[in-house]
């Protein structure tokens, strides 16, 4: 049962962490339980009190005037927090209009604004939580100290809420986006391929499997295949004694009814077991950065294509995109590729997942920058050297041959489009792509 629900745990707590309910709410509970415990303990030892200057509270023994600034404090936080996030959601709107709806993920995992957030609310639980304690029935009794911790924490929201625009402002500059979309994608191959690539490192052998594969485990929902535990989906294989092959892989669609998995010895499999494998495959309606190393390149893409579309027409945009997106292929190639054949025992095959090849990724974050750039000479020059950056990071000669080859068709397809000097200085690129180099030519180019 516990492993039935592992995937949907864990893809609860991805989705959590990301959003605008896990922290804020643990923060929000911390301070409201400290406004709590705070005027509990001052109310059990009034000799905290002391420590309180009378500067900021001349008196100690009115219940009232501590009434009133707690509900000032909380009044004005909750105003200040409904105004802020009114004017950031119209933000992000015009943002995602803009570049990309996408790029609506990045934000809302921004751990800046979910603590923006959970500061706000805090101080406002935390005034509420503190408010019964100040009463004038039975006996007049004033949580000074309490108060105190109030309006230190009014002058940290004021200074946080600074702090928030300041750094708001920065993150909806295209540049940051790209940059940030950069480093998530980056940090997903990290997790995936966390072993450096070997010079002339041996491609992974093509395992058989010992059996047909005669049998299809079909989908049960629609949706993005977001998470693939291959751990638990090999040691299940191993129990049951079956070969799987994966259909989809990371980041593609598949309809319900669609096959998901093959399957070899269909008599073991009963229906408790097919929802086992299964459910080792999370299914969604959106795609996620668990392992979606494309995912972040198609967000990237998305921010250039539009970047260069007519209504825009912002050509340095989708430069930029296309230096992120160099990082992004340079990363990928400077590590081993992620296994796609997993054995248990080690001669028998038991578990095959597909991945994207290099030749896909290639394709996937710069052939339809390239058939909307062949009339722009300034982003068909950056392509062109963003081939040659990641050329020369390797000394692999299959690599090189299939960055020489899109440099080929990029040249091609730019012949009848560009003037004859920005043609020339195409081919001087090509030819520094060709041999490896990342030096700029004579020219000065974008």
């Known amino acids: 049962m516990f492993e039935t629900t592992k995937p949907k745990l864990r893809a609860a707590l991805y989705a959590l962490r990301g959003g605008f309910l896990l922290r804020p709410l643990a923060i929000a509970l911390t301070l409201g339980l400290c406004g709590t415990l705070f005027s509990e303990l001052e109310e059990r030892f009034p000799a905290v009190r002391a420590f309180v200057p009378k500067v900021l509270f001349p008196s100690q023994a009115d219940p009232q005037v501590a009434q009133a600034i707690l509900t000032v404090i909380a009044t004005s936080t909750m105003t200040v927090v409904s105004i802020v996030f009114a004017i950031l959601l119209m933000t992000l709107t015009l943002a995602s209009t803009q570049f990309s709806p996408r790029i609506l993920v990045s934000f809302v995992r921004d751990h800046v604004t979910q603590w923006t957030l959970g500061v706000f609310l805090g101080t406002f639980c935390y005034c509420i939580a503190a408010l019964p304690a100040a009463r004038s029935l039975p006996q007049p009794f004033a949580p000074v100290a309490t108060v105190a911790g109030a309006m230190a924490l009014a002058p940290i929201c004021v200074g946080w809420l600074v702090y928030f625009i300041h750094h708001i402002s920065n993150a909806i500059s295209v540049n940051n986006i790209v940059d940030r979309i950069r480093r998530e994608t980056e940090l997903v191959i990290d997790e995936l391929m966390p072993d450096a690539r070997r010079p002339f490192h041996p491609p992974e052998t093509v395992g058989q499997f010992p059996g047909p594969l005669a049998v299809t485990l079909t989908s049960r929902g629609s949706g993005y295949v977001r998470y693939i535990d291959i751990a ?65 390149i198609v967000q990237i893409v998305d921010i250039a294509l539009r970047a260069m579309s007519p209504a825009i027409n912002d050509p340095t945009t989708a430069i930029s995109c296309v230096d992120q997106l160099a990082c992004i292929v340079i990363r990928w190639i400077g590590r081993v590729p992620p296994r796609g054949f997993y054995y248990d025992p080690p001669h028998v095959l038991r578990v095959a997942v597909p991945w994207i090849d290099l030749a896909g990724l290639l394709d996937l974050a710069f052939a339809q920058i390239r058939h909307y750039a062949v009339a722009d000479a300034a982003v068909s020059l950056r392509l062109m050297r963003a081939l040659g950056d990641i050329a020369s990071t390797t000394v692999d000669p299959a690599i090189r041959e299939v960055l020489a080859a899109r440099g080929r068709s990029l040249l091609a397809e730019c012949e009848s489009k560009l003037e004859n000097g920005d043609m020339e200085r195409l081919r001087r690129r090509l030819s520094l792509l060709e041999a490896g180099l990342a030096q700029e030519d004579a020219v000065a180019a974008p």
Do not use: N, W
């Open 232 to 296: 638990r989906l090999r040691r299940m294989a191993k129990a049951y004694g079956v070969c799987v092959r994966l259909e989809r892989r990371v980041g593609h669609f598949i309809p319900e009814g669609v096959p998901i998995m093959r399957l070899s010895r269909g008599d073991r499999i009963t229906d408790e077991r097919a929802l086992d494998l299964l459910s080792a495959v999370d299914i969604g309606p959106t795609r996620t950065m668990q392992q979606d190393v494309e995912f972040g």
